[in-house]
């Protein structure tokens, strides 16, 4: 068993010195014309990105703000100009069963087609594409920069990816090409159509499964529903992209352990027992500042629920020290990857196997 050390705040000090090379301007994009929508006519378009489908009239935006209508032509303001970027360690997008340890190249455009109020990164999320400090960075300068970090996989994250569909199929149809691995987090809110066109060119998709109750998404999420979320979870599976979800437990809203059971039931029966599952401890934050952090017991016991419904792989997150960061083998119990918060202290597995038993730990393990 051996330490395994990563190489984070080295990869992160190169990123800083190249966009210090770069002008950090206030985004005044023209805007790049946008992906599926279609003209209604000479006042309105209708766009089918999401399944809001906002009707937009001319010089008007849809939910997002992202997409605006000018002259008849759907546009989109979020491409080319990054809000965040960053190198981090895969596991705090998070992904536990994706190359453990490994450097991901993460990047995000301002906005989201959500209005959650308990977003965690709602200084960025919230915020219009076009109305905020961003970095110009095409495409073909992303993939460049992945590889100057030495990054294998990027991350389209900390935002909606959905909002900035165009430019992240573009980076990641280039970065295929490059033999590099694209991955996403995102909260699944996405019409089959271009969903089924972006999974061509993924590797890996985290979804946000907030809650598995309508009032919650109507109530938390401007009156989204959680049945799209739900067709978004079985389609990245249905496509062989691998698969992590990820739900984040606030008291008193979405902790009840028979929606947490009902949950857990049905990600079994339409995703498997294999797909690993994420309870996220909440922080108070933006406009739920009144609710306290998630108690210890209540994420304990979402997990024992979730391991009794039969799931294999099932963690703690955003609570480092606490049970639940390891990755344990189903077969013969033993530690297979042990974490200590995003760091990787342990890896058992060798060729996709438990160094202990053979057994076969789903997940991507690359090489190793």
């Known amino acids: 068993m051996k330490r395994r050390t990563l190489l984070i705040p080295a990869l992160a000090s190169i990123l800083i010195l190249y966009f210090f090379l770069l002008q950090n301007v206030h985004a005044d994009l023209p805007g790049h ?4 929508w279609n003209k209604v006519n000479r006042e309105f ?6 399944p809001r489908n906002c009707m937009i009239a001319d010089g008007q935006r849809g939910a997002c703000t992202v997409r605006i209508n000018k002259g008849g032509i759907l546009y989109t303001l979020g491409y080319g100009n990054p809000v965040s970027l960053a190198v981090d360690p895969i596991e705090k997008k998070p992904f536990f069963h994706v190359e453990p340890g490994s450097p991901v190249f993460s990047l995000a455009v301002a906005g989201c087609n959500m209005r959650c109020l308990f977003c965690q990164n709602w200084q960025i999320s919230q915020s219009k594409p076009d109305e905020v400090d961003s970095y110009k960075l095409n495409p073909e300068e992303v993939v460049d920069v992945m ?8 991350a389209y994250t900390y935002t909606e990816p959905v909002i900035f569909y165009e430019y992240m199929l573009d980076i990641a149809k280039i970065a295929k090409k490059k033999g590099l691995k694209n991955t996403m987090h995102t909260c699944g809110y996405v019409n089959q159509e271009p969903l089924a066109e972006l999974l061509k060119y993924m590797d890996a998709v985290n979804v946000d499964l907030k809650a598995f109750d309508d009032k919650f998404y109507n109530k938390m999420g401007m009156m989204a529903q959680l049945g799209p979320v739900l067709e978004t979870i079985k389609t990245v599976k249905k496509q062989g992209v691998w698969l992590e979800i990820t739900n984040l437990l606030i008291p008193g809203e979405n902790d009840d352990p028979r929606e947490i059971r009902k949950m857990c039931v049905w990600i079994k029966e339409n995703v498997g027992d294999e797909v690993p599952l994420h309870f996220s401890r909440f922080m108070p934050t933006f406009r739920l500042t009144n609710l306290p952090p998630t108690p210890a017991e209540k994420l304990k016991e ?6 009794e419904t039969g799931l294999k792989y099932v963690y703690i997150g955003n609570a480092p020290g606490y049970e639940g960061e390891d990755t344990y083998c ?4 033993k530690v297979v990857v042990k974490r200590r918060g995003y760091s990787v202290e342990e890896l058992n597995i060798k060729g996709g196997r438990c160094k202990f038993c053979d057994y076969k730990i789903a997940g991507i393990w690359g090489d190793r």
Do not use: S, T
């Not at 014309?33 to 599926?36: E, L, M």
């Open 33 to 36: 014309v946008a992906n599926y």
């Open 45 to 50: 378009v209708q766009c089918k990105l999401c």
């Open 147 to 154: 590889i100057k970090n030495r990054c294998k996989y990027i």
């Open 302 to 307: 979402a997990r024992k629920i979730a391991m």
């Open 330 to 333: 189903p077969n013969c119990g």
